[in-house]
């Protein structure tokens, strides 16, 4: 064999490598511009509720996010393939305020439902699931419990902070894009939302549960503040639970992902 078509089928390996490796990770869409509150990468879109060390003011009450709903799109329809994957995660701390296990709590997610699209994707095993709210558009609500619910006391000390963050580490060859981030109260309603550029709107005050096995009368309780308190350690990476379905997925995605486009 010549020289030449050794370097020739060489160079066209290393391409096929670079290919494979590209596919293998979806990236988020780096949002420029955003507001001092929205850190943006290819890997997280992180929004922070509240932390004096980054000049974050208490815009609101962490005790009063019940849930949350992230609405995501694929910004390259063509190559879509549903393959979007990752978690959605609260930190919060310091430990001496929260739960050790709070300055990471991860929820994940894999794939999508799409019917427009004939696409299910979706790991059943996952605890959050994104389903189509428009073209190439998907939504996910996840409310929260004791095990991943954000701490108001964090805003009892002066290092402390809550954030909440979207992951992003599947196969999709299609960069995906945060559309928006709601604040859900106890009743799974809306009452504040973050748009793609990170600036935060009140959409109503957030409802409390009723209590109606107690004695009324015509007091009304003054509404609880948030304590919290701690020193912000650095957050653990925490991506143990999706990230290992998300490394077979890799594999699998590597093998097909180059020879398929969206028509």
Not at 46 to 71: H, M, Q, S
Not at 97 to 120: C, F, K, M, Q, R
Not at 123 to 128: F, Q
Request: net charge negative.
């Amino acid at each position: 064999m010549k020289i030449a078509k050794i370097l020739s089928a060489a160079a066209a390996c290393a391409v096929a490598a670079t290919a494979l490796a590209v596919s293998a990770s979806a990236e988020l869409t780096v949002v420029e511009g955003a507001a001092a509150e929205l850190a943006s990468t290819t890997g997280r879109w992180a929004y922070t509720i509240y932390c004096p060390n980054e000049n974050v003011p208490l815009n609101i009450n962490p005790d009063d996010i019940k849930g949350v709903r992230f609405t995501i799109k694929a910004d390259e329809p063509e190559w879509f393939e549903g393959q979007t994957g990752g978690a959605i995660i609260v930190s919060c701390g310091p430990v001496s305020v929260t739960p050790e296990d709070h300055n990471w709590a991860s929820t994940g997610y894999w794939g999508v439902i799409d019917e427009d699209l004939e696409l299910d994707t979706h790991d059943d095993t996952a605890a959050v699931q994104f389903t189509r709210v428009g073209d190439y558009t998907y939504a996910a609500t996840l409310m929260f419990d004791d095990s991943n619910r954000p701490y108001g006391e964090v805003t009892s000390v002066e290092d402390g902070w809550c954030k909440i963050n979207l992951d992003e580490w599947g196969t999709d060859m299609s960069a995906m894009s945060v559309v928006s981030l709601e604040l859900l109260d106890a009743s799974g309603a809306t009452f504040a939302t973050v748009d793609a550029m990170g600036n935060l709107s009140m959409d109503s005050a957030p409802s409390t549960p009723s209590t109606p096995d107690e004695p009324s009368d015509n007091n009304t309780a003054a509404p609880s503040t948030p304590s919290n308190s701690g020193d912000k350690g650095s957050p653990d990476t925490g991506v143990a639970g999706v990230a290992a379905a998300a490394g077979v997925a890799v594999l699998a995605a590597g093998a097909v992902v180059l020879t398929k486009k969206r028509k």
